[in-house]
């Protein structure tokens, strides 16, 4: 079974520019995630989506971002225009139907974004 | 609101030696809670999880966390450490809202095996 796939792994772009950043996650699983981990800081929740429906988008930092999920399946975060803040690497996960507090969330080897 | 603290940023052990990385939590609620892995190159990977049954734990790899409730501790530890083990170790608890599940990390800490 393939784990979810990130792409790209690396990303430079300029302050101004934009960025799309893409998340498979495991086939047949509903619950998908967005984290990101800023330089030295923990890793913070974005948003999830349950199948196409954005459930909770409580962590998204301000309107630059946007997260999209395609027919419930592959989902897309676009970053514009990306400030340099913005920087650090952003996981995705993805977990199979339900949302109980014990389920284990399969994470992304991440995107690691650099805002120059 | 949840919180984790992982203590110290940076661990170094000697191959064979006892490793121990610290995890606090603050919780209002019966918590949940999760280590994970990273290697480098790779996602973080599950190594154990806490859903209040028995409060040892025991994961994959040899480690295993300890439950308590009295210290809100989830301390996570391996008897040996293994030059394989140096990775990056993340504690967290999960919270529902608006109905949907979300993990809260501590900062992270890295672990390195020294030869």
């Known amino acids: 079974e393939a784990g979810v796939t990130q792409f790209p792994s690396h990303s430079v772009i300029e302050k101004g520019q934009t960025v799309t950043l893409r998340c498979d996650p495991i086939s047949g699983h509903d619950n998908l995630y967005w984290y990101r981990r800023v330089m030295g800081k923990e890793i913070k929740f974005l948003l999830h989506?349950?199948?196409?429906?954005?459930?909770?988008e409580s962590g998204m930092p301000n309107n630059r971002f946007l997260a999209e999920r395609t027919g419930g399946t592959y989902s897309t975060l676009k970053v514009q225009p990306a400030e340099l803040e913005d920087s650090g690497v952003y996981f995705c996960a993805s977990s199979p139907q339900g949302t109980g507090r014990d389920y284990e969330q399969y994470f992304g080897p991440g995107t690691r974004l650099t805002v120059t | 609101a949840q919180s984790v603290t992982q203590l110290g940023s940076h661990v170094s052990v000697s191959e064979g030696a006892l490793v121990l990385l610290r995890c606090n939590y603050s919780s209002s609620v019966p918590p949940y809670l999760f280590w994970y892995v990273q290697y480098p190159n790779q996602g973080l990977q599950l190594l154990l999880k806490y859903t209040s049954a028995a409060t040892l734990v025991k994961g994959i790899n040899g480690f295993e966390a300890e439950f308590k409730k009295s210290e809100t501790s989830f301390h996570l530890t391996k008897p040996s450490a293994h030059m394989s083990d140096a990775a990056e170790y993340f504690c967290a608890v999960s919270e529902v809202a608006f109905g949907a599940q979300k993990l809260v990390f501590g900062q992270g800490t890295r672990l390195t095996i020294n030869p």
């Open positions: 989506f349950v199948k196409e429906s954005k459930q909770d």
